[in-house]
């Protein structure tokens, strides 16, 4: 029976917004809510683990009985870093670990949902990630918004910052245009094959990890997310926005 684990990256040293899985919304940590919606997918609290090599977010995890795992400071990436947790922990080879970013405080629930059933339905995928619909040129052009190029079977083929799948005969049509969704999902079996790769030239030319994946010959899952997405937090300025609509809530 294959198990599902949630791990979520956290570290310090943003350099955007340093510390920013601390900063608070409703008197609790951005690391908190980020947690809580991982219990709100179903998850129990054995099952969803905080990694950080931050003993400060260590603390504040512990203060909040929430899992969490100290890690090594010297990972170049939250994969590494989920992968330590996966070898900690020891968990199984077919296991399923969700990567759910640290800085997403409204990640939706449905989001996570969708991307483990997809994942459980379809084992001949090594990882697993979410795409959703673009219909805006500006986002379509926009170099920051990653879009996914994706096959018949619902199989990743490229990942570009590029506007692409350009269409010849009418370059304002976005029918086939995803926006990539920066959740991932992988058997342990495939986390550990994926970081024990070098970077690609393709990750490095892009900035891509995913195209690390992809370079080496493994197969990606696109789960197709249909659904609002809020922003996550990458600035002060997104942070004064999410804190606003979450306080607003209440």
Not at 158 to 178: G, H, K, Q, V, W
Request: glycine share 4%; hydrophobic share 40%; proline share 4%.
């Amino acid at each position: 029976m294959t198990l599902v684990k949630v791990v979520i990256p956290a570290r310090f040293n943003s350099s955007r917004l340093p510390g920013k899985p601390l900063l608070e919304i409703n008197g609790k940590p951005i690391l908190w809510h980020v947690y809580q919606r991982c219990i709100e997918a179903g998850f129990s609290r054995e099952d969803v683990v905080l990694a950080t090599d931050d003993s400060r977010i260590f603390a504040k995890a512990e203060e909040l009985n929430l899992s969490v795992v100290m890690t090594s400071s010297a990972h170049e990436s939250g994969t590494d870093r989920i992968n330590e947790v996966a070898s900690l922990k020891r968990w199984h080879s077919d296991d399923l670990v969700i990567n759910v970013q640290g800085d997403e405080p409204l990640i939706p629930v449905k989001l996570i949902k969708d991307l483990v059933k997809f994942a459980l339905e379809r084992p001949c995928f090594s990882m697993f990630t979410a795409v959703t619909h673009l219909h805006s040129l500006d986002s379509f052009h926009n170099s920051n918004v990653v879009k996914a190029i994706v096959g018949e079977q619902n199989q990743a083929l490229y990942f570009t910052r590029a506007a692409a799948p350009l269409s010849r005969d009418n370059i304002t049509c976005l029918e086939l245009a995803y926006r990539h969704i920066g959740i991932y999902g992988y058997t342990v079996s495939a986390l550990k094959k994926f970081c024990s790769y070098k970077e690609a030239p393709l990750e490095v030319y892009e900035k891509l990890e995913q195209l690390r994946a992809l370079s080496h010959g493994m197969s990606i899952g696109v789960c197709h997310y249909l659904g609002e997405l809020p922003h996550g937090v990458d600035t002060p300025e997104d942070y004064e926005l999410i804190k606003e609509i979450m306080e607003s809530k209440t």
